[in-house]
């Protein structure tokens, strides 16, 4: 089965469309240069025509159908059929016109080359050199019929034989002309997709770039702004001056352009607006348009945090192998001194402050292993409930009884998590449940419920104790904060960590039923995993 060509693009569909449209233009030209020879005063130019009533007939015929296939041009949506029709009511007509006017054969068939060139641009290369073909054929034919009708006017042979040998050329190379200028829109088009594509997403990566970026001109109008700079500065009016959105920036960027050092330092553009750190580029090497960076200083700090916590884990992990060793030593040292008779009580107190000095120590020392570990998570399904009990009592046994009670309120809910790092959370967040849920002189109650919220399940550890304030609960993840001075910071902060290791949540709430603190671990449901 023979391949079928790919139809033309939108572009060139349409520039075919211009193209059909002034050859049929140039038809009714051709038709009405030939009534005015023959109706006209031009038609004492080229002499009486050798067949009046024929010529004034084609030339009437002509002019009519040449007005039909203007209008047929206009309406047609596919463009072979006008054009096939068009080049052969041209060949008969050119054919008729030079054997009524045999005088004006020459110009004629000159005039004819460019309806055959015309139409051959628009067919394809069979149906254009059959145009053109038809058409010597016709000059021929017609020189044949003028030599058998009447005495000879001096024409030679020579004169058709190389109209239709110039027929058959020019049908040629203007189809091969129309085929390079296809081929050459067609890769503009493609070419300028692929621009428009490349500026598309171009576009779309700045405006949902989390750096601000600004285009200002040499006259200090802001032309373009993305999202994060529209936010960091407000709402900006197109081509509005950055003298008066920001008089702080505009200061800084004016600096820059002068060549002055560029200061470190962040700007508070406005009293509802983040600082901000501005950087600047020039868009051009030659031109006055500048690129504005604008940073907000809040996340750069994150990020600058999260570097030093990086670092630092590494750093403390080599540091905290170095530490046990010794410290071992000494808390094995200090327990043999208190195994002496001969110490006194009061050398006894300070040996058992030792004593406790190095165990809040080795526990800085845990607690920076397991920041630098960052095991990664090993999910199971679990059942919490059964989960839950067995970590409360094998916490009871290294609890003294006058520490608190710990209870356990559990629906029958299944998880996805690793039960290694849900029991260290647990085992954290009971630990300061239990030193700082309860008011002075009152045992600690402690409450660990389990239910769903929004189909998750969800862990709550609930204390009675005095609640923790607002300003103090916006900073209780972060590294090294606490509130009581025998406590690393590293905890909770370990205990969140763990949680997002699990895809799990760790938030603070307030208690709904009365004071105290509730600690609300949210936890990847049994079903997460399974296709939607």
């Known amino acids: 089965m023979p391949k079928r060509s790919q139809p033309p693009s939108p572009g060139i569909a349409e520039a075919q469309h211009h193209d059909l449209y002034f050859y049929g233009l140039y038809r009714v030209l051709e038709a009405g240069l030939l009534s005015l020879m023959l109706f006209g005063p ?78 051959a641009l628009l067919l394809p290369l069979r149906l254009g050199l059959a145009g053109g073909a038809l058409a010597g054929v016709a000059m021929i ?22 109209f239709a040998v110039s027929f058959l050329s020019i049908a040629m190379l203007s189809y091969l002309l129309g085929r390079q200028i296809r081929e050459s829109q067609a890769l503009a088009e493609r070419r300028g997709g692929q621009v ?63 060549g002055e050092v560029a200061e470190d330092a962040p700007l508070q553009l406005g009293p509802d607006h983040a600082e901000v750190l501005p950087r600047f580029a020039k868009l051009l090497a030659h031109g006055d348009t500048t690129l504005v960076f604008l940073d907000d200083s809040a996340l750069v700090s994150r990020r600058a945090e999260s570097m030093t916590l990086a670092t630092l884990g590494r750093f403390s992990a080599g540091l905290a192998h170095e530490i046990r060793n010794p410290l071992a030593a000494i808390n094995y040292a200090t327990q043999l001194l208190q195994e002496s008779d001969e110490i006194s009580t009061a050398d006894q107190r300070l040996l058992q402050i030792i004593h406790d000095q190095c165990q809040r120590t080795n526990g800085i020392v845990e607690s920076v292993l397991g920041l630098a570990r960052r095991e990664s998570a090993r999910a199971e399904l679990i059942d919490l409930p ?11 046994h290294v609890l ?14 299944s998880a996805l998590v ?90 603070c709430l307030a208690r709904e039923d009365g004071p105290g603190t509730c600690f609300r671990i949210g936890l990847p449901a049994a079903n997460s995993l399974l296709p939607a």
């Open 400 to 413: 003294p009884p006058e520490s608190g009670t710990i209870s356990v309120q559990a629906d029958d809910e």
């Open 196 to 258: 428009a594509d490349l500026a598309a997403i171009n576009e779309l990566i700045i405006r949902r770039m989390r750096t601000g970026v600004l285009v200002v001109d040499g006259k200090g109008t802001i032309r373009l702004a993305n999202e994060a700079a529209m936010g960091l500065l407000g709402e900006l009016d197109p081509a509005r001056d950055l003298a008066t959105s920001a008089p702080a920036l505009h200061q800084r960027l004016c600096a820059w352009l002068a």
């Open 386 to 396: 059964l989960f839950l009990q067995r970590v409360v009592a094998d916490f009871r």
């Open 141 to 162: 034919g017609e020189f044949v019929w003028a030599r058998l009708s009447g005495p000879a006017l001096g024409r030679p042979m020579a004169e058709p034989v190389m």
């Open 42 to 119: 031009a038609r004492t130019l080229i002499g009486a025509p050798a067949h009046p009533l024929l010529g004034k007939a084609t030339a009437i015929a002509y002019l009519v159908v040449a007005v039909v296939l203007l209008a047929w041009t206009l309406r047609a949506s596919r463009l072979r059929w006008p054009a096939l029709v068009g080049v052969v009511v041209d060949i008969v007509a050119a054919t008729l016109a030079i054997h009524a006017l045999p005088a004006a054969a020459s110009g004629i068939a000159l005039m004819l080359v460019f309806n055959v060139a015309a139409a």
């Open 418 to 507: 690793d039960p290694r790092h849900l029991q260290q959370v647990v085992t954290v967040l009971l630990q300061n449940a239990l030193a700082h849920g309860h008011l002075p002189g009152d045992p600690a109650l402690v409450e660990i419920r389990v239910h769903a919220v929004d189909g998750r399940p969800v862990v709550d550890v609930c204390d009675r104790g005095p609640g923790i304030r607002e300003e103090v609960r916006d900073r209780l993840f972060r590294p090294f904060f606490t509130t009581s001075e025998h406590g690393t910071g590293l905890g909770l902060y370990i205990a969140q960590e763990l949680c997002r290791a699990n895809e799990a949540t760790l938030e």
